[in-house]
């Protein structure tokens, strides 16, 4: 008898749990699924030993970004396109800004409050900071020439507010705010715009 109860109750807890586990769902963890912001993938690499990336400017669109490397080589890479537009040897400890230039010939453009301005009224330039040359050197984009050379003093810093998005409409009462770069010396504390025209 003992073991007939022992086998029973054996059976009774076999099936018991059987059908326990066909009723309960198992427990599984919700699925976390990133968010749109948060995925990146590694599209693309640039190997070129010894060569190593030390800096990166973006320009405001983000098409273009300006590479610095421990040769003292600056790339400018289309971002979109994902190739390499132009490259600058002889630029070591360099620093890069994109900043957006007037074009000479219209009336609007230059004034302080750059009130009456537009988007099409100006050009994106690279400014490249060479600290060993002791000069900021502004090259127009993609291709064009370099125009102009700002000297200066050897411990200045250039300085970049940051970029003021709009919506766009570009010509609202206030005038749209262009990327602009500042040299700043800190020994007289001096701040001078870079400002060139095309």
Known sequence: MPATVSTVSALAKFVWRSSDNQEAPEYRPPEVKPQEFGRASLITTLKDRPRHGEKIALSPSGGMA??????????????????????WKGYRDAECFFIEVPVTGNPSVGTPSHKGITKQDLVLCLAIHAPRREVVEVWKLRDGPRISIVKCERGCRVIQPVYRFHGSDYDTDSGYSPSEAYIFNGDSGHLTVISPRI
């Not at 300006?66 to 490259?87: C, E, M, P």
């Open 66 to 87: 300006a590479i610095t490397d421990s040769l003292g080589r600056i790339l400018l890479v289309d971002t979109q396109a994902l190739v390499v537009i132009r490259l």
